[in-house]
Every structure is written in structure tokens, then in C-alpha cells.
């Protein structure tokens, strides 16, 4: 034999044995078609998360295809329910409202299916410019103050939360446009950027505490958090859906005593039509690579497959309920 032809014949042996020993195969597998994910503003914590489950799902689902999207906690039940979507973050509260029908829904969104709850929280942050000489939400319709206040893109569950907190404190809307004041809605990134620069005078909308954005607008500009009244927290509460919390002291550069505020949950959810294995595999990724996503975002640390399936106002999809049930969490 010659010795260019054992060249070539440990040659395809390496290449074989590489093939056999070295890429590791990826151990889900789907058939699915492309796959399109609402997340929620473009610099947000959903789009965070969004990113992070997807970064982590491509390498561990052959064949997956995804187009990620901005969306928020109003449209992204309507685009999941329409098929403009089949996956899509959102907020216990607003899909509460969803499933029954309720504002700001027309009709019951009878086609929503949970995956899981990510066992984080959207706490609305009211940042005010300390030049603006407000320490109160009280001192907007007391002084029929012409607010320039930025609240998020429309649609989204922040911007719903920043228009009823106004509303309940006399100063929506249309109130701040009579007051000579200016409503805007703009990404968290833009708005925030419009804020360094005196553009407008305030943010309100709500993501994590400790959202990078928000510690980023503290350290670059004097601004206030500004707390919510307790019969204020009370009536979101009970009008709408919200949890009470607190933004806790010396979160936020200058921010030295808790906020009242007020809280709802981050789930990620599906069509009911969605595929079972593919969202057995997705379900199982996120809770089983939790350090990953951690290394991702720190808001991971919160993840927890007891939580998993909990507080959703709708039922899960067959394909979630799977792993909960394989791992003991139900039964």
C-alpha cells in the first residue's frame, strides 16, 4: 500500500472518529416552523430575556428557527392569539385581563397556553429630573404641573401601568396635555437618553429593579424616584391586578429610602397550537441551564421550576406541563 494512500485513509479516520467524538449533537431536535417571538421594548428587560432563552435554545435545538420582535404586554397576547406570534413575554396581570376578556382586551384571548413563569417582577419606577422641583406625584394636579414625561412605547404593559398611576393621581393624559405639559413614548433607551439631555423631565414605566437604564440615568443625571401614596398602591391593586412592593433604599445612586411602588409578574407564554415536544424542550432548557442564563443576566437568580407553573390566569400548554409533571412539580 502505498504511502499516499494511508495518508488518505488515517486521514478519513480522524475525520470520522471527529465526527463521532467531537461536535457533541444538540439534544433536541424540531421540525417546526420559524418561530416568532413578541418581546417587549427594544433595550427592556423582555427583549433581555428573550435573547438570552433563544441564545441558549439555538444551541441546544437542531433545526430551530426564530425571528425575535419588540412587542409589549397589551399587543403581545393579541399577536400570539392572531398568529402574528406563537411565543410572546407578558404580565400576569394584563393576561389575566386577556383570558377574560377584560380592558384593555374587546374579546377573551381563549388560544393563550403558559410556559413559565420567570420569577421576575416589573416594578413601576417614577424618574423625575430634580430640577423639575417635583417630590410628589401629588404635586402634579396640586400645581397643575406641565409635565414632560415620557411613559414607553403604547401598547406595552409599562406604559399601561405609568397611564393609570397618573390617572389615579388626577393627572392623566389629557390633563398634562391641558396643563401645557407633553406626552411622549419612545424606547426605554431613547426616552432615557432624551432625559440626560433635558429633553424631557421624566421617565415612568416599570422593569426590574436595578434595571441597567435606570441605574445608568442615576449616575448620569440628579433625578428622584418619586414613591407611590399607600391609597394610590391600594387601588392598583385592587382596580387592576398589580402587587405591592418596594424599590429598596440605595438601589439607585442618590436614592437613600425605600419606594412604594408596585409590581406584576414576567411570564413567558405560547399559542395553544404550539408544538408539545417543542415546548417540552424549551420549558426543560430554561430550567435546567439556569447558571447560563444567569451568566446571561443577573435576573436569573430568581428562576425556580416550583414557580415555573404558578400564577397563570389561563392553562398551561401540554408541552410545559410535561417537564412540570416529570420533575415532580405537578401532578
Do not use: C
Request: hydrophobic content about 45%; charged content about 15%; glycine content about 10%.
Amino acid at each position: 500500500m502505498s504511502f499516499i494512500k494511508v495518508i488518505g485513509i488515517l486521514a478519513a479516520l480522524a475525520l470520522g472518529f471527529a465526527a463521532t467524538h467531537g461536535a457533541q449533537a444538540k439534544p433536541f431536535t424540531t421540525d417546526a416552523p420559524e418561530q416568532t417571538i413578541a418581546a417587549g421594548s427594544i433595550g427592556g428587560s423582555w427583549f433581555i430575556i428573550v435573547t438570552a432563552f433563544f441564545d441558549l435554545f439555538s444551541k441546544n435545538i437542531d433545526g430551530l428557527r426564530y425571528t425575535i420582535m419588540p412587542g409589549g404586554a397589551v399587543a403581545n397576547p393579541i399577536a400570539v392569539s392572531q398568529g402574528i406570534a406563537t411565543l410572546a413575554m407578558g404580565y400576569t396581570s394584563m393576561l389575566h385581563a386577556a383570558n377574560k376578556g377584560e380592558a384593555p382586551f374587546p374579546t377573551a384571548l381563549t388560544e393563550l397556553r403558559g410556559i413559565a413563569n420567570i420569577n421576575v417582577t416589573g416594578v413601576v419606577h417614577a424618574i423625575v429630573l430634580s430640577s423639575s422641583g417635583l417630590n410628589s406625584l401629588k404635586d402634579l394636579a396640586a400645581l397643575q404641573y406641565p409635565f414632560e414625561v415620557d411613559t414607553g412605547p403604547r401598547g406595552t404593559g409599562g406604559e399601561l401601568a405609568a397611564s393609570r398611576l397618573l390617572e389615579l393621581y388626577g393627572a392623566g393624559y389629557d390633563n398634562i396635555r391641558e396643563w401645557g405639559g407633553s406626552i411622549t413614548h419612545s424606547s426605554y433607551r431613547e426616552a432615557l437618553d432624551r432625559m440626560k439631555d433635558g429633553h424631557i423631565e421624566a421617565f415612568v414605566n416599570d422593569d426590574i429593579i436595578g434595571q441597567p437604564l435606570f441605574i445608568d440615568i442615576a449616575l448620569a443625571r440628579d433625578v428622584k424616584f418619586l414613591p407611590m401614596d399607600p391609597e394610590i398602591v391600594e387601588q392598583m391593586v385592587e382596580r387592576y391586578g398589580y402587587a405591592p412592593t418596594v424599590i429598596p433604599a440605595n438601589t439607585y445612586a442618590g436614592q437613600t429610602e425605600d419606594i412604594p411602588s408596585t409590581a406584576q409578574h414576567f411570564v413567558f407564554f405560547a399559542h395553544k397550537d404550539s408544538p408539545d415536544d417543542l415546548v417540552y424542550a424549551m420549558t426543560k432548557l430554561i430550567f435546567t441551564n439556569k447558571a447560563d442564563l444567569v451568566a446571561a443576566h443577573p435576573m436569573f437568580e430568581n428562576l425556580d421550576p416550583v414557580i415555573g407553573p404558578k400564577y397563570f390566569p389561563m392553562p398551561l400548554h401540554p408541552g410545559a406541563m410535561r417537564y412540570y409533571r416529570e420533575i415532580g412539580v405537578l401532578e
